[in-house]
């Protein structure tokens, strides 16, 4: 299955300068940029066709691939001058490079990229900025058995605000977490059919304008999920991920589990 990823955006809130130029999908999480971990875990389903939706800068998603060192993050041996790997983590992906647009909204990248799913019925999307431990074929397969035309991951809210409820004259009625409220966020995880291209518009967002539409006609599945889930949206959030990465603490690094 084909796996769409986002990753043309401009990341504004990621930045920590303004000479910062960087993509987001490129900032590190330990040796590896985030786009990297997030392909590992769908090439760890299975899932190693993916499609870069590309815009602003380009040119460093696609040298680090052009230049891409096993070595990183692989044993090797050195022998007679030559370097022999012991294992491999992209011997066995097909990455294709869209160039979507800079000011491109979601919804368009995804349009753009469409002539490259060759077609395929059902295939898989991501914002290429948030890492998870969700059981990836359970979502797939929830999404097949309910016959919708699209799932998308949803989480308990992260915020640690809370929300005041007020009585007319001022006085203060209630304070609730916004953790604990009933209610869901998008995870950035998405299962996807070619129905939700009738529901794209030039220029359309896919959130807001697709899965939207989906949803009011009853067409789209929210697969909950109460496990690991983490966004790396803005430069505080990838670094908290970094450092958990350095201390051992890596739920989303589903690939080192030991086989069941």
């Given amino acids: 299955m084909k796996v769409v990823l986002f990753c043309g955006g401009y990341g504004m809130r990621m930045r920590h300068s303004d000479t910062d130029v960087v993509p987001k999908p490129m900032q590190m999480v330990g040796p590896r940029p985030l786009i990297w971990h997030v392909m590992r875990y769908y090439a760890h389903f299975g899932h190693r066709e993916f499609i870069l939706c590309l815009?602003?800068?380009?040119?460093?998603?696609?040298?680090?691939?052009?230049?891409?060192?096993?070595?990183?993050?692989?044993?090797?041996?050195?022998?007679?001058?030559?370097?022999?790997?012991?294992?491999?983590?992209?011997?066995?992906?097909?990455?294709?490079?869209?160039?979507?647009?800079?000011?491109?909204?979601?919804?368009?990248?995804?349009?753009?990229?469409?002539?490259?799913?060759?077609?395929?019925?059902?295939?898989?999307?991501?914002?290429?900025?948030?890492?998870?431990?969700?059981?990836?074929?359970?979502?797939?397969?929830?999404?097949?058995?309910?016959?919708?035309?699209?799932?998308?991951?949803?989480?308990?809210?992260?915020?640690?605000?809370?929300?005041?409820?007020?009585?007319?004259?001022?006085?203060?009625?209630e304070i609730t977490p916004v953790a604990q409220l009933p209610i869901w966020e998008n995870g950035g995880y998405f299962v996807l059919t070619q129905e939700i291209f009738d529901h794209l518009p030039p220029g359309g967002d896919l959130v807001e304008d697709a899965c939207g539409a989906l949803a009011a006609s009853g067409r789209l599945l929210g697969y909950q999920h109460f496990g690991f889930w983490k966004p790396a949206d803005t430069f505080k959030e990838r670094a908290e991920l970094d450092a958990a990465y350095h201390r051992g603490d890596r739920p989303w690094m589903v690939w080192e589990r030991p086989a069941s």
Wanted: a negative charge; one cysteine or more; glycine letters at 8%.
């Fill in 55 to 173: 815009g602003y800068g380009a040119h460093h998603i696609k040298n680090y691939f052009l230049t891409y060192q096993e070595t990183m993050s692989n044993d090797f041996v050195i022998r007679d001058g030559a370097v022999e790997l012991l294992g491999s983590d992209i011997a066995d992906w097909t990455i294709t490079f869209v160039d979507t647009g800079v000011e491109s909204a979601i919804g368009e990248r995804l349009r753009r990229a469409r002539p490259h799913l060759d077609g395929d019925e059902v295939f898989l999307a991501n914002y290429s900025d948030v890492l998870t431990d969700a059981p990836l074929d359970e979502m797939v397969a929830r999404r097949h058995e309910s016959g919708a035309a699209a799932s998308m991951m949803v989480v308990p809210p992260q915020s640690s605000f809370h929300c005041v409820e007020m009585k007319p004259g001022g006085e203060i009625k």
